[in-house]
Nanobody
Framework: QVQLVESGGGLVQAGDSLRLSCLAS????????MGWFRQAPGKERELVAA????????YYTEGVKGRFTISRDDAKNTVYLQMNNLKPEDTAAYYC??????????????????WGQGTQVTVSS
């Protein structure tokens, strides 16, 4: 069993930055690929960024490339999402997710078996 707890969301203005953190419980964090998803009202949950078990491979959805950076610190059981130059269209609830142990990072929701409760990011124009 893995528990994921996100933090770092908030209300910011366009152009500002935020860093989201996701703390994982247990001893299997380093064996799991991790992803950050977001869901805006009335829209489907979408992958924002993903990082492999080693941290050597990352994926970003097209709209955040060059603005968002995903990273992980296995010593702290934490995955981060640094978000710069935020835009109103980034407004959403952000969720971190963990893959099954030994699996690679996935662009699909079905590739993850544990989810956090979400943290709200609101960007005003």
């Amino acid at each position: 069993q893995v528990q994921l707890v996100e933090s770092g969301g908030g209300l910011v203005q366009a152009g500002d930055s935020l860093r989201l953190s996701c703390l994982a419980s247990g001893r299997t964090f380093s064996r799991r690929a991790m992803g950050w998803f977001r869901q805006a009202p009335g829209k489907e949950r979408e992958l924002v960024a993903a990082i492999s078990r080693s941290g050597g491979n990352t994926y970003y959805t097209e709209g955040v490339k060059g603005r968002f950076t995903i990273s992980r610190d296995d010593a702290k059981n934490t995955v981060y999402l640094q978000m710069n130059n935020l835009k109103p269209e980034d407004t959403a609830a952000y969720y971190c997710a963990a893959s099954p142990p030994g699996y690679g990072s996935s662009v699909s929701l079905s590739g993850y078996d544990y989810w956090g409760q979400g943290t709200q990011v609101t960007v005003s124009s």
